[in-house]
Nanobody
Framework: QVQLVNSGGGSVQTGGSLRLSCAGAGRPFSVFGMGWFRQAPGKEREFVGT????????HYADSVKGRFTISRDNVKNMVFLEMNSLKPEDTAVYYCAAAAYYSGADVDRYDSWGQGTQVTVSS
């Protein structure tokens, strides 16, 4: 496992942008595929996107494709979620997560989680 700390959430209006960060510590970051998930009140945690261990490939949920971008810096042990054209339905707590040697969408494969950061988009 790896320790993860989320940061960067906040409140924006529809169409705005936010950049979330996730800092990792405890193990070599390049071992881990990294995912972003979100959970809105009363809903299950849902997949947002992932990035492979080397950062060369990303995969996104259809609901965010073309608006969100995931990147990572394995030297600084950081992963980022750039969110543009935000909509009210993007309002949720966002979590980064790590899975050793895995970068798919299965939430149960991720065993290290950040504490989450709130993103609120108002209309």
């Amino acid at each position: 496992q790896v320790q993860l700390v989320n940061s960067g959430g906040g409140s924006v209006q529809t169409g705005g942008s936010l950049r979330l960060s996730c800092a990792g510590a405890g193990r070599p970051f390049s071992v881990f595929g990294m995912g972003w998930f979100r959970q809105a009140p009363g809903k299950e945690r849902e997949f947002v996107g992932t990035i492979t261990r080397d950062g060369t490939r990303t995969h996104y949920a259809d609901s965010v494709k073309g608006r969100f971008t995931i990147s990572r810096d394995n030297v600084k042990n950081m992963v980022f979620l750039e969110m543009n054209s935000l909509k009210p339905e993007d309002t949720a707590v966002y979590y980064c997560a790590a899975a050793a040697y895995y970068s798919g969408a299965d939430v149960d494969r991720y065993d290290s989680w950040g504490q989450g950061t709130q993103v609120t988009v108002s209309s």
